[in-house]
């Protein structure tokens, strides 16, 4: 058994860090190691997966099968490489929600198998460095998409408002301090 772990922690919420990784379709725009994802995030379900790692970035095709999809907490595959018992992975994504509001992301994948022993130093020395690239997009992305989009700034009462520009596109309301100091809370 062999498993890569890497974590990164995320200035946004479990929600939004959830559909960002659940969407799929929008992963050629961002994710520089997995490219393509055909399927639906729903346990029990075959997904189609397109990965590119390497030194030349080569292109893997995967066939794996959704174990859990608990929103916004976990997305888990498990896949095989040719025939059973010769190297199979179980992919794992787990969000850990932070008491500030951020997301903790836990991403892993654990290999068993035959021929683990023969690919751990190529796992380590090409697949760690696909995930760690796609937690920093993914962290990027996630961060980037909560910004002000306008601050109204009421004589009377002193109301801030925020726009999150997730895809929920809440509306957020915080009141200022008495000075009338404006900033704005996340």
């Known amino acids: 058994m062999h498993e890569l772990r890497t ?13 960002i990784l659940t969407d799929f379709a929008s992963y ?12 639906d995030p729903i346990a029990g379900r075959s997904l189609h997966i397109s990965v590119f790692y390497g030194p030349k970035a080569q292109r893997r ?49 654990c290999f068993t198998g035959v021929l683990v022993p023969f690919f751990r130093a190529r796992l380590e020395r090409e697949v760690r460095p696909g995930f760690e690239a796609m937690n920093a997009a993914l962290k990027s992305r996630a961060e980037r998409r909560r910004w002000p989009f306008f601050l109204l700034w009421s004589d009377i009462s002193g109301l801030l408002l ?14 200022d301090d008495p000075i009338g100091k404006s900033h704005i809370l996340d």
């Open 7 to 19: 974590t990164v922690d995320i200035q946004a919420p479990p929600n939004q860090v959830w559909t």
């Open 28 to 39: 050629p725009e961002w994710n520089p190691f997995i490219r393509e994802v055909r399927g």
């Open 61 to 109: 095709n995967f066939w794996p099968r959704v174990l859990s999809s608990e929103a916004p907490r976990e997305l888990r595959w498990q896949g095989r490489l040719l025939m059973i018992g010769l190297l199979k992975g179980e992919h794992r994504f787990k969000l850990l929600p932070r008491s500030d509001g951020t997301t903790r992301l836990v991403h892993s994948e």
């Open 162 to 175: 925020d726009v999150d520009c997730s895809a929920q596109g809440w509306i957020k309301k915080y009141f």
